[in-house]
T-cell receptor, first 112, second 114 residues
């Protein structure tokens, strides 16, 4: 099993809503990542979890809250988002930090 | 500061023609280098990687890349392009001493004409 699974694939939310993005991997990887990607741009790193601990936060606004319940799961909790937060959110995992990343298909988020 | 440059924003090649996508990096130590491909609305798929050893690396889908330290380059090549290769291609450098951060280039969009 070499997949990173993200749900939902599409999400539309208002600025006052609370929602969550979910990511799961069963490759035994110990590092998991959240990236944000705007159209026609490269992915931008948001958070890195290593051995279930947050190791990197790229100065992401607090309206984005990551959570790593266990080594296979990664969540991104969303609250009071802005329309400019609309983007493709990509989850990735790697066996170790700085190794090759395996990406999920992404969650397309639209904030109205 | 570390950086990755992909000089070509958009390239169009004819089906069956050869392809070379350019990537230059700036990094103080021996880098980990990657090429990823992304089809519209999809995630990123790893094409190939360079960590050490042989400077010519083979990847999936018939792609290869050559690491040239003297030129700080890691160009992606394919001898014969197929229509299904049309996609966005990202070069990336891994910072193994900074907790797993990948720095991506701006991407090169490949179009394939019949």
């Amino acid at each position: 099993d070499t997949e990173v699974t993200q749900t939902p694939k599409h999400l539309v939310m208002g600025m006052t809503n609370k929602k969550s993005l979910k990511c799961e991997q069963h490759m035994g990887h110990r590092a998991m990542y959240w990236y944000k990607q705007k159209a026609k741009k490269p992915p931008e790193l948001m958070f890195v979890y290593s051995y279930e601990k947050l190791s990197i936060n790229e100065s992401v606004p607090s309206r984005f809250s990551p959570e790593c319940p266990n080594s296979s799961l990664l969540n991104l909790h969303l609250h009071a988002l802005q329309p400019e937060d609309s983007a493709l959110y990509l989850c990735a995992s790697s066996q170790q930090e700085a190794g090759e990343l395996f990406f999920g298909e992404g969650s397309r988020l639209t904030v109205l | 500061a570390q950086s990755v440059t992909q000089p070509d924003i958009h390239i169009t090649v004819s089906e069956g023609a050869s392809l070379e996508l350019r990537c230059n990096y700036s990094y103080g130590a021996t880098p980990y280098l990657f090429w990823y491909v992304q089809s519209p609305g999809q995630g990123l798929q790893l094409l190939l990687k360079y960590f050490s050893g042989d400077t010519l690396v083979q990847g999936i889908k018939g792609f290869e890349a050559e690491f040239k330290r003297s030129q700080s380059s890691f160009n992606l090549r394919k001898p014969s392009v197929h229509w299904s290769d049309a996609a966005e291609y990202f070069c990336a450098v891994g910072q193994y001493n900074q907790g797993g951060k990948l720095i991506f280039g701006q991407g090169t969009e490949l179009s394939v004409k019949p």
